[in-house]
């Protein structure tokens, strides 16, 4: 039996309701299956600080310490910018347990219509590993003149030739795992930001010599942005700086269908933390307690979390029900083009389940 300690952080917005769903699937496949789940939950997020003036207590990071891995539903409030709630909660887990790299497929399902024109099921079919405790988002700078007409704001971004070397070599790998294409494509902006990103092309150049049998492309990131809608059959593997992989990874969830379909891992490749895993879709406070919000892109991260914990028979079962949930396409959350509800899409997804068992 594999005995597993999971951090869940249901967070703001939808968060709750789709977490629901993501340990509904969960808790099944531990009844059935030799794995064994101890949830610990933890009410933190917007709500929290808005009782205490903090996202987090200040030993949170401490407490999340020891767990195997942390599952998190969203983060995020119409009330609060999201300077707040950012580098209030999410910005601290991922740099003190170093998950540098935030790991984002995106995939054209069999029964999902792209809004690109011809595109048909598995023709887009790529993952986006973008730097996740550096580069633009390292929050470095200041004020000067704050509130005054003559206000000043400094960002500093940083890249260190051991971040962008590790998260390179990462994409390599997957690249070499996934055995498509076989190609990585690193997204840059050399041309304009002369220093953080020529360190960028200089550390992908160095790894790709390690890597005789991947092939290797750099893109602008304008020129990457206009190639996921008028090309996006051509990628792969695609490694990007913080700030860029978080503008590409959006155009790769809407391209293939939906926000609510793209899970994302946040994960230390050492193993010495624990990784944390999220839907990309954030708290979509439009739709709070409508019942409505699609639970897919949760119970995929779910099972990129049992992925990660080397339970692959398990992650692959819920895959592949996800799968043919939508393929089938009768019970649908309103983004897919259905009438279901939330908590109907998590129990067809358990029933899909018990077929495949």
Not at 179 to 194: D, E, H, I, R, Y
Request: charged share 20%.
């Amino acid at each position: 039996m594999s005995e597993y300690n999971i951090a869940v952080i249901r967070g703001d917005g939808i968060g709750p309701e789709v977490i629901e769903e993501g340990l509904k699937v969960l808790n099944f496949i531990s009844k059935n299956s030799n794995i064994s789940f101890s949830f610990v939950e933890f009410d933190w997020g917007s709500d929290y600080y808005f009782k205490n003036g903090f996202m987090m207590p200040d030993d949170g990071l401490n407490q999340l310490l020891n767990f195997d891995s942390i599952y998190l539903g969203a983060v995020g409030h119409p009330e609060l910018q999201d300077h707040i709630t950012l580098n209030g909660l999410l910005l601290p887990i991922r740099r003190k347990f170093d998950q540098y790299v935030c790991e984002r497929p995106s995939t054209l399902y069999q029964g999902v219509t792209s809004p690109l024109k011809g595109y048909k099921a598995g023709e887009i079919d790529f993952v986006v590993i973008r730097e996740n405790t550096e580069g633009e988002y390292a929050n470095i700078g200041g004020f000067q003149y704050f509130g005054d007409s003559n206000e000043i704001g400094i960002q500093t971004g940083v890249f260190t030739k051991r971040g962008c070397e590790r998260v390179i070599n990462y994409a390599f790998q997957l690249a070499r795992k996934r055995g498509n294409k076989k190609l990585v494509t690193s997204v840059t902006k050399s041309n304009a930001q002369g220093y953080g990103m020529v360190v960028w092309d200089r550390a992908f150049d160095n790894i790709a010599r390690n890597y005789p049998d991947i092939k290797t492309e750099s893109l602008l990131v304008d020129a990457a942005c206009m190639d996921f809608i008028r090309k996006p059959e051509v990628f792969d593997v695609v490694v990007a700086s913080n700030l860029f992989g978080d503008i590409l990874t959006d155009i790769g969830a809407i391209i293939t269908g939906s926000m609510g379909l793209a899970p994302s891992g946040n994960i230390d490749p050492s193993r010495n933390f624990p990784s944390m895993f999220e839907p990309v879709h954030g708290s979509a406070p439009d739709i709070i307690d409508q019942g409505v919000s699609n639970p897919l892109a949760t119970i995929f991260s779910g099972a990129m979390m049992l992925d990660h914990l080397g339970e692959s028979s398990s992650s692959k079962i819920i895959q592949s029900a996800v799968e043919q949930l939508i393929k089938e396409g009768n019970i649908l959350t309103k983004d897919l083009g259905g009438t279901s509800s939330t908590s109907k899409v998590g129990d067809s997804v358990v029933d899909y389940i018990k077929d495949l068992y």
